[in-house]
């Protein structure tokens, strides 16, 4: 049966309201991650890891950023396998839940000074419990509004969700800008807990329209199919090719945010940058990111997701070595250059993920699927690079930006070659996709 024959006319009342619940999680899910990425570069070296070396406590923090991305593809198997067998609303309300609470209880952990080393132990608890829930929530939005949408606008619609990554990214961005003007001992005593503690706010306003919302058509259709597999994980991993292609084509867009946001404060201020003068590109980047993920997105439904992801990782191979080559000039302005030069790749990327991946998976192993890869590619692109990036200066001994352009540029290549293998998925009939199915190219 086609998807027109199951849903030949989407009601675009209700597809509006699964498109703002998913935009909302979304916003929560980055406001956290990427809050809590931003102030491990600040604060946390010194509150939860404090040592008579700085840059082991910058390692030390960026370490507990790694775990909640470790922690991803955890949830990614466990939400993904109960998203296919009761549906993909429960869970999502949950996850959304998980997230919020997480971060609110991060914002009132004691610090190093008053419980000693229980303070990063129950600060690595709190991680993990965030990467898990952000394991199942980015994919069970993204296919709430895929599977209600029509094929031809899975892209438009897509993008409209994704623009809570860099909404989410400027209300963390502010929160931080705003709480780093405090005075040193303010910031340090009690003014890093604000923003964590604002998280209760989006969680009440999300939970609130996402407990409204209607299950996937799709699933409902799919829900009393007899050769439904009981363990869609076994499903999905017998057929590797299509998992390995799915998780790899994340890696370069995930490594390209970590590197010019959440590792970019820490490069910019070894190299004589304020704080404040990053924190303010790393703003910016996500005004751009408005608009240009929104419009990749849209592109991907007229162009195809394959020409759009190429243009993206083919971008970044080529300009690594420029886009640090202008941060590296020490010139605010061409700071900013350098970081919108980056976020505009990362967007071509980025936007057509959410309905390549589900294009990729049949609807019986699809939550489990686009969860595990679009987890595995955060995980190895976005969770492990501030980390090695980290690393990397402390084996040098002097900050250098040839090894992260060439960070970045490995990383594209992989998703170049990655999607150069995968076939173009648009317009794929999601209703007739039973099993797991991915055209690659010859």
Known sequence: MSETAVRRSPDHAVLRKVALSGLLGTVIEYYDFLLYGTLAAIVF???????SD????????????????VARPVGGIVFGHFGDRMGRKSMLVLTMTMMGLASVLIGLLPTYGSIGVWAPVLLVLCRIVQGVAIGGEWAGATLMVVEHADAKRRGLWNGLL?????????????????????????????GWRVPFLFSAVLLGIGLYVR???????????????????????????????????????????????????????????????ATADVVTGVLITALLGLVAIPLFSLLSDHLGRRTVVVGGATGIVLLA?????????????????????????QNAMYAPLGPLLSEMFGTNVRYTGVSLGYQMGALIGGGFTPLLASSVFTISGAPSSTPLAVLAGACGLVTLLAIWRTGETRGRDLAAEVETRTPVSS
Do not use: C, H
Request: net charge neutral; glycine share 10%; hydrophobic share 50%.
């Open 45 to 51: 070296g010194q509150l939860f890891f404090p040592g």
């Open 54 to 69: 700085p840059v082991v406590g910058t390692i030390a923090s960026f370490g507990t950023l790694a775990v909640g991305y």
């Open 162 to 190: 994704q623009m809570g990554s860099p909404l989410g990214s400027v209300l963390s961005t502010i929160a931080v800008a705003l709480v780093t003007r405090l005075p040193e001992d303010q910031l340090m005593s009690w």
């Open 211 to 273: 407990i409204s919302i209607t299950e996937s058509p799709l699933f409902e259709q799919s829900r009393a199919a007899a050769d439904k597999p009981k363990v869609p994980l076994v499903e999905v991993l017998r057929n590797p090719g299509t998992f390995l292609l799915a998780s790899a084509v994340g890696i370069g867009p995930f490594a390209l945010t970590a590197l010019i946001s959440t590792f970019m404060i820490t490069y910019g201020k070894s190299i004589g940058y």
């Open 321 to 345: 070595f420029p886009m640090y080559a202008l941060v590296n000039t020490k010139v605010v302005a061409l700071l900013f250059a350098g970081m919108l030069l980056g976020q505009l790749i």
